[in-house]
């Protein structure tokens, strides 16, 4: 059974950093392109970052472009979300997706999600 479950999230001002990290468990972690979407309240579902199974692509959205890094630890089955320069329009439930080979930026061609983590940004 695959699981992905985020962690890392929080209450932090506007400015501040966090980092986000996704384990995944149940697939060959190393096979699998990640992906990080977010969705505000009362709004729809957006891509945020996305990075290929082997390292070597990275997407982002235009929004998290230069503050947010994507990486990942295949040694730790981990994918990560490093936010700098945090705005109060980043606040949202930040989720991590998995799918085999490819590395799309649409959310409906991820195979696995995770539960979500919260991140609340004051300003």
């Known amino acids: 059974q695959v699981q992905l479950v985020e962690s890392g999230g929080g209450l932090v001002q506007t400015g501040d950093s966090l980092r986000l990290a996704c384990t995944a468990s149940?697939?060959?972690?190393?096979?699998?392109?990640m992906g990080w979407f977010r969705q505000a309240p009362g709004k729809e579902r957006e891509f945020v970052a996305a990075?290929?199974?082997?390292?070597?692509?990275?997407h982002y959205a235009d929004s998290v472009k230069d503050r947010f890094t994507i990486s990942r630890d295949d040694a730790k089955n981990t994918a990560y979300l490093q936010m700098n320069n945090l705005k109060s329009e980043d606040t949202a439930v930040y989720y991590c997706?998995?799918?085999?080979?490819?590395?799309?930026?649409?959310?409906?061609?991820?195979?696995?999600w995770g539960q979500g983590t919260q991140v609340t940004v004051s300003s």
């Open positions: 997706a998995a799918v085999l080979s490819a590395v799309p930026v649409r959310q409906y061609d991820y195979d696995y």
């Open positions: 149940g697939l060959t972690f190393s096979s699998y392109s």
């Open positions: 990075i290929k199974w082997s390292g070597s692509i990275t």
